[in-house]
Nanobody
Framework: QVQLVESGGGLMQAGGSLRLSCAAS???????????MGWFRRAPGKEREFVAA????????YYADSVKGRFTISRDNAKNTVYLQMNSLKPEDTAVYYC??????????????WGPGTQVTVSS
């Protein structure tokens, strides 16, 4: 089992920045080599959508078009932590953000482990 815990959410004005963190614990060896860590979000009344992902074996990064150029995903292998730096925030970024670990894809179905989520609210 792998446990994921997000932190760093909150309320921010449009144009501001936030950094989310996702700390992994437990059988974190299962998150190395062939796995990826991803961020997804769910806005009120909408489906959970892909935001960004980073692969553990070579650090390749993937982004949704809606956040490309504004969000940056990174990792600290020594700390088993993944970050999501969010800049130029927009009201439409308001959502619960979830960290996930699993096989890389843009579908939540391939991620086996999920954190409880952290709320990000962007005011206009």
């Amino acid at each position: 089992q792998v446990q994921l815990v997000e932190s760093g959410g909150g309320l921010m004005q449009a144009g501001g920045s936030l950094r989310l963190s996702c700390a992994a614990s437990g059988r974190t060896s299962s998150t190395s080599n062939s796995y990826a860590m991803g961020w997804f979000r769910r806005a009120p009344g909408k489906e959970r959508e892909f935001v960004a992902a980073i692969t553990w074996w070579n650090g390749s990064r993937y982004y949704a078009d809606s956040v490309k150029g504004r969000f940056t995903i990174s990792r600290d292998n020594a700390k088993n932590t993944v970050y999501l730096q969010m800049n130029s925030l927009k009201p439409e970024d308001t959502a619960v953000y979830y960290c996930a670990a699993g096989i890389y894809s843009k579908s939540p179905a391939t991620y086996a482990y999920w954190g409880p989520g952290t709320q990000v609210t962007v005011s206009s």
